[in-house]
Protein backbone atom coordinates (compact mmCIF):
# COMPACT_ATOMS: atom_id res chain seq x y z
CA UNK A 1 0.00 0.00 0.00
CA UNK A 2 0.91 3.66 -0.89
CA UNK A 3 0.61 6.66 1.50
CA UNK A 4 1.93 10.77 1.39
CA UNK A 5 2.01 12.96 4.19
CA UNK A 6 2.27 16.63 3.12
CA UNK A 7 3.80 18.61 6.50
CA UNK A 8 2.39 22.23 6.11
CA UNK A 9 -1.26 22.49 4.67
CA UNK A 10 -0.61 26.23 4.48
CA UNK A 11 2.53 27.67 3.24
CA UNK A 12 3.44 31.34 2.78
CA UNK A 13 6.55 32.71 1.42
CA UNK A 14 7.73 36.25 -0.24
CA UNK A 15 8.23 36.70 -3.78
CA UNK A 16 11.61 35.83 -4.86
CA UNK A 17 12.29 33.57 -1.47
CA UNK A 18 12.66 30.06 -1.81
CA UNK A 19 9.69 27.49 -1.82
CA UNK A 20 10.29 24.37 0.06
CA UNK A 21 6.77 22.20 0.12
CA UNK A 22 7.30 18.67 1.76
CA UNK A 23 6.20 15.40 0.95
CA UNK A 24 7.11 11.83 2.69
CA UNK A 25 5.97 8.48 1.21
CA UNK A 26 5.66 5.07 2.31
CA UNK A 27 5.28 2.46 -0.15
CA UNK A 28 5.56 -1.53 -0.36
CA UNK A 29 7.87 -1.38 -3.34
CA UNK A 30 9.80 0.76 -5.45
CA UNK A 31 7.69 4.30 -5.66
CA UNK A 32 6.53 6.82 -8.54
CA UNK A 33 6.10 9.90 -7.16
CA UNK A 34 4.39 12.80 -8.62
CA UNK A 35 3.76 17.08 -8.02
CA UNK A 36 0.54 18.09 -9.22
CA UNK A 37 -0.59 21.68 -9.29
CA UNK A 38 -4.14 23.03 -9.02
CA UNK A 39 -4.92 26.41 -9.59
CA UNK A 40 -8.45 27.75 -8.46
CA UNK A 41 -11.00 26.07 -10.83
CA UNK A 42 -8.86 24.27 -12.85
CA UNK A 43 -7.58 20.60 -12.88
CA UNK A 44 -4.62 19.15 -11.85
CA UNK A 45 -1.69 19.67 -13.72
CA UNK A 46 1.61 17.85 -13.85
CA UNK A 47 4.50 19.34 -12.69
CA UNK A 48 7.24 16.82 -12.11
CA UNK A 49 7.10 12.74 -11.95
CA UNK A 50 10.01 10.75 -10.25
CA UNK A 51 10.01 7.48 -12.38
CA UNK A 52 13.33 5.85 -10.91
CA UNK A 53 15.93 7.17 -13.94
CA UNK A 54 17.69 10.78 -11.69
CA UNK A 55 16.82 11.16 -8.18
CA UNK A 56 16.87 15.05 -8.83
CA UNK A 57 13.86 15.77 -10.87
CA UNK A 58 13.25 18.76 -13.01
CA UNK A 59 9.75 19.86 -14.05
CA UNK A 60 8.10 22.82 -15.34
CA UNK A 61 8.01 26.59 -14.17
CA UNK A 62 11.62 26.30 -12.53
CA UNK A 63 10.39 23.59 -9.79
CA UNK A 64 12.40 20.69 -9.06
CA UNK A 65 12.19 18.09 -6.34
CA UNK A 66 14.51 15.28 -5.29
CA UNK A 67 14.49 11.90 -4.24
CA UNK A 68 15.55 10.88 -0.99
CA UNK A 69 15.38 6.80 -0.19
CA UNK A 70 17.14 7.15 2.79
CA UNK A 71 14.30 9.61 4.20
CA UNK A 72 11.53 8.39 1.71
CA UNK A 73 10.98 11.99 1.03
CA UNK A 74 10.40 14.02 -2.39
CA UNK A 75 10.31 17.57 -1.56
CA UNK A 76 9.07 20.08 -3.98
CA UNK A 77 11.49 23.27 -4.37
CA UNK A 78 11.83 26.39 -6.84
CA UNK A 79 14.78 28.92 -6.10
CA UNK A 80 12.50 31.93 -6.47
CA UNK A 81 9.17 32.34 -5.66
CA UNK A 82 6.73 34.20 -8.40
CA UNK A 83 2.90 35.53 -7.75
CA UNK A 84 2.26 33.37 -9.77
CA UNK A 85 2.91 30.23 -8.14
CA UNK A 86 0.12 30.31 -6.03
CA UNK A 87 -1.73 27.46 -5.92
CA UNK A 88 -2.37 24.44 -4.17
CA UNK A 89 0.44 21.60 -4.95
CA UNK A 90 -0.36 17.94 -4.20
CA UNK A 91 2.05 15.04 -4.56
CA UNK A 92 1.20 11.98 -5.81
CA UNK A 93 2.57 8.38 -5.11
CA UNK A 94 2.24 4.89 -7.59
CA UNK A 95 3.27 1.42 -7.68
CA UNK A 96 3.70 2.28 -11.06
CA UNK A 97 1.28 -0.01 -13.83
CA UNK A 98 0.14 -3.22 -11.93
CA UNK A 99 -2.38 -4.81 -14.17
CA UNK A 100 -4.97 -1.71 -15.75
CA UNK A 101 -3.78 1.37 -14.45
CA UNK A 102 -1.63 3.26 -12.37
CA UNK A 103 -3.66 4.91 -9.63
CA UNK A 104 -2.51 7.57 -7.61
CA UNK A 105 -2.76 8.08 -3.68
CA UNK A 106 -2.38 11.61 -2.93
CA UNK A 107 -1.50 14.16 -0.14
CA UNK A 108 -3.61 15.96 1.68
CA UNK A 109 -2.33 19.07 -0.53
CA UNK A 110 -0.46 22.21 0.42
CA UNK A 111 -1.57 25.91 -0.10
CA UNK A 112 0.99 28.09 -1.46
CA UNK A 113 0.90 31.95 -0.90
CA UNK A 114 2.97 34.15 -2.40
CA UNK A 115 3.49 37.47 -0.83
CA UNK A 116 4.63 40.97 -2.06
CA UNK B 1 -1.30 20.10 -26.00
CA UNK B 2 -3.95 17.04 -25.84
CA UNK B 3 -6.40 17.80 -22.88
CA UNK B 4 -8.58 15.81 -21.06
CA UNK B 5 -12.26 17.30 -21.38
CA UNK B 6 -14.62 17.76 -19.14
CA UNK B 7 -18.91 18.11 -19.04
CA UNK B 8 -20.61 19.83 -17.70
CA UNK B 9 -17.94 21.91 -15.48
CA UNK B 10 -21.05 22.10 -12.79
CA UNK B 11 -23.62 19.93 -12.07
CA UNK B 12 -26.75 20.38 -9.57
CA UNK B 13 -28.70 17.28 -9.13
CA UNK B 14 -31.38 16.34 -6.38
CA UNK B 15 -30.78 13.69 -3.59
CA UNK B 16 -31.91 10.30 -5.29
CA UNK B 17 -31.43 11.43 -8.95
CA UNK B 18 -29.12 9.99 -11.39
CA UNK B 19 -26.21 11.42 -12.73
CA UNK B 20 -23.84 11.01 -15.71
CA UNK B 21 -20.63 12.46 -15.62
CA UNK B 22 -18.84 12.94 -18.60
CA UNK B 23 -15.40 12.82 -19.91
CA UNK B 24 -13.24 12.98 -23.25
CA UNK B 25 -10.10 11.85 -22.82
CA UNK B 26 -6.81 12.36 -24.86
CA UNK B 27 -7.43 10.30 -28.15
CA UNK B 28 -3.93 7.62 -27.71
CA UNK B 29 -4.57 6.84 -24.42
CA UNK B 30 -5.41 3.68 -22.99
CA UNK B 31 -6.07 4.27 -19.30
CA UNK B 32 -8.68 5.62 -17.70
CA UNK B 33 -9.73 6.81 -14.27
CA UNK B 34 -11.84 8.77 -11.98
CA UNK B 35 -11.19 10.45 -8.62
CA UNK B 36 -13.11 12.80 -6.25
CA UNK B 37 -11.88 15.62 -4.40
CA UNK B 38 -14.95 16.74 -1.51
CA UNK B 39 -14.33 20.36 -0.51
CA UNK B 40 -11.45 20.50 1.56
CA UNK B 41 -10.12 17.07 1.81
CA UNK B 42 -7.79 15.33 -0.49
CA UNK B 43 -8.22 13.92 -4.26
CA UNK B 44 -9.24 10.34 -3.89
CA UNK B 45 -9.26 7.33 -6.31
CA UNK B 46 -12.57 5.95 -7.24
CA UNK B 47 -11.78 3.88 -10.23
CA UNK B 48 -9.81 2.45 -13.18
CA UNK B 49 -10.16 1.09 -16.58
CA UNK B 50 -8.61 -0.72 -19.23
CA UNK B 51 -9.34 -2.48 -22.19
CA UNK B 52 -13.00 -2.04 -21.33
CA UNK B 53 -13.51 -3.31 -18.35
CA UNK B 54 -12.51 -1.87 -14.29
CA UNK B 55 -9.07 -2.57 -13.27
CA UNK B 56 -9.33 -1.80 -9.99
CA UNK B 57 -12.03 0.22 -7.78
CA UNK B 58 -11.85 1.79 -4.73
CA UNK B 59 -14.73 1.36 -1.44
CA UNK B 60 -15.76 4.23 -2.51
CA UNK B 61 -16.93 2.68 -5.67
CA UNK B 62 -19.50 1.12 -4.48
CA UNK B 63 -22.59 -0.75 -6.16
CA UNK B 64 -24.26 2.96 -7.17
CA UNK B 65 -21.06 3.84 -9.21
CA UNK B 66 -20.91 2.46 -12.84
CA UNK B 67 -18.48 3.46 -15.54
CA UNK B 68 -18.71 3.24 -19.44
CA UNK B 69 -17.16 4.00 -22.64
CA UNK B 70 -19.74 3.81 -24.47
CA UNK B 71 -18.00 4.82 -27.97
CA UNK B 72 -14.06 5.16 -29.16
CA UNK B 73 -13.65 8.88 -27.35
CA UNK B 74 -16.31 8.94 -24.20
CA UNK B 75 -15.80 7.87 -20.78
CA UNK B 76 -18.54 8.25 -18.46
CA UNK B 77 -19.24 7.91 -14.29
CA UNK B 78 -22.64 7.08 -13.69
CA UNK B 79 -23.87 7.25 -9.75
CA UNK B 80 -27.11 5.78 -9.67
CA UNK B 81 -28.68 7.51 -6.65
CA UNK B 82 -27.25 10.29 -5.47
CA UNK B 83 -26.45 11.42 -2.05
CA UNK B 84 -25.78 14.54 -0.56
CA UNK B 85 -22.33 12.86 0.65
CA UNK B 86 -21.67 12.20 -2.98
CA UNK B 87 -21.17 16.56 -3.31
CA UNK B 88 -17.62 16.35 -4.87
CA UNK B 89 -15.65 17.69 -7.57
CA UNK B 90 -15.21 14.47 -9.73
CA UNK B 91 -11.73 13.71 -12.00
CA UNK B 92 -11.33 12.36 -14.67
CA UNK B 93 -7.35 11.14 -15.51
CA UNK B 94 -6.04 9.21 -18.61
CA UNK B 95 -2.56 7.96 -18.97
CA UNK B 96 -0.96 6.27 -22.10
CA UNK B 97 1.91 3.87 -22.62
CA UNK B 98 2.26 1.58 -19.80
CA UNK B 99 6.09 0.86 -21.03
CA UNK B 100 7.13 4.44 -20.23
CA UNK B 101 4.91 4.95 -16.66
CA UNK B 102 3.45 8.16 -18.49
CA UNK B 103 1.97 9.96 -16.34
CA UNK B 104 -2.00 10.81 -15.64
CA UNK B 105 -3.83 13.81 -17.34
CA UNK B 106 -6.78 15.10 -16.07
CA UNK B 107 -9.42 16.92 -17.02
CA UNK B 108 -10.46 20.76 -14.91
CA UNK B 109 -13.33 18.70 -12.89
CA UNK B 110 -17.19 18.57 -12.91
CA UNK B 111 -18.51 19.80 -9.73
CA UNK B 112 -21.09 17.71 -8.62
CA UNK B 113 -23.69 19.40 -6.01
CA UNK B 114 -26.46 17.55 -4.39
CA UNK B 115 -29.26 19.03 -3.20
Known amino acids: AQSVTQLGSHVSVSEGALVLLRCNYSSSVPPYLFWYVQYPNQGLQLLLK??????LVKGINGFEAEFKKSETSFHLTKPSAHMSDAAEYFCAVSAGFTGGGNKLTFGTGTQLKVEL | EPEVTQTPSHQVTQMGQEVILRCVPISNHLYFYWYRQILGQKVEFLVSFYNNEISEKSEIFDDQFSVERPDGSNFTLKIRSTKLEDSAMYFC?????????????FGDGTRLSIL
Open chain 1, 50 to 55: YTSAAT
Open chain 2, 93 to 105: ASSGNRVENQPQH
